[in-house]
């Protein structure tokens, strides 16, 4: 069965310090890749997503991503973090046309 | 505004007191779903619909039922409510089959 791994449950970072979230995913086949963010108490948000050409991708907010194929990953990452970044960041797959499939979350906290 | 409601946004019930947790899209998208978000486990689809009575199980389907008698309405029906069901709820609606989903605002649900 697919599936999603995001291995960093945790992550808390000091503001400017560099944010990178890991990604994996378990499908051989072509695959859709995103990433989605939960800010506290809303709802869910698309970051950014792959579909198909240059692997590294650009988002909103200064977040990117890179898909390496051979790793089956689909690493975020951001520069810089600011406070405003304390969320949920969520890396979902769409494996087999309709269904996305989701990791189980990175808890990210900034402190300022 | 496009954007996908969701009501109610808490519930507390009790144990078999049936319930239906409404969600209206107002971008004429073919696909809907529902997810439940728990701590640890991201988020796991319930039901999902490609159209207009089509509907279809998700990962986590038991003891919900779905219906898709228009296009923009998606409601979520729990028959007899346990407490295992106490979640976060989320609808979904995509345009297409590409897994890009708009959600809407989320409906916290406590069954006691």
């Known amino acids: 069965a697919q599936s999603v791994s995001q291995h960093n449950h945790h992550v808390i970072l000091s503001e400017a310090a560099s944010l990178e979230l890991g990604c994996n995913y378990s499908?051989?086949?072509?695959?859709?890749l995103f990433w989605y963010v939960q800010y506290p108490g809303q709802h869910l948000q698309l970051l950014l997503k792959?579909?198909?050409?240059?692997?590294l991708v650009k988002g909103i907010k200064g977040f990117e991503a890179e898909f390496i194929k051979s790793k089956f990953s689909f690493n975020l990452r951001k520069p810089s973090v600011q406070w405003s970044d304390t969320a949920e960041y969520f890396c979902a797959v769409n494996a087999r046309g309709y269904k996305l499939i989701f990791g189980s979350g990175t808890r990210l906290l900034v402190r300022p | 505004e496009a954007q996908v409601t969701q009501n109610p946004r808490y519930l507390i019930t009790v144990t078999g007191k049936k319930l239906t947790v409404t969600c209206s899209q107002n971008m004429n998208h073919e696909y809907m779903s529902w997810y439940r978000q728990d701590p640890g486990l991201g988020l796991r689809q319930i039901y999902y619909?490609?159209?207009?009575?089509?509907?279809d199980k998700g990962d986590v389907p038991e003891g919900y039922k779905v219906s898709r008698k228009e296009k923009r309405n998606f409601p979520l029906i729990l028959e007899s409510p346990s407490p295992n069901q106490t979640s976060l709820y989320f609808c979904a609606s995509n345009p297409s089959a590409t897994g890009e989903l708009f959600f809407g605002e989320g409906s916290r649900l406590t069954v006691l």
């Open positions: 619909s490609m159209n207009v009575e089509v509907t």
């Open positions: 792959y579909f198909s050409g240059d692997p």
């Open positions: 499908y051989g086949g072509t695959v859709n």
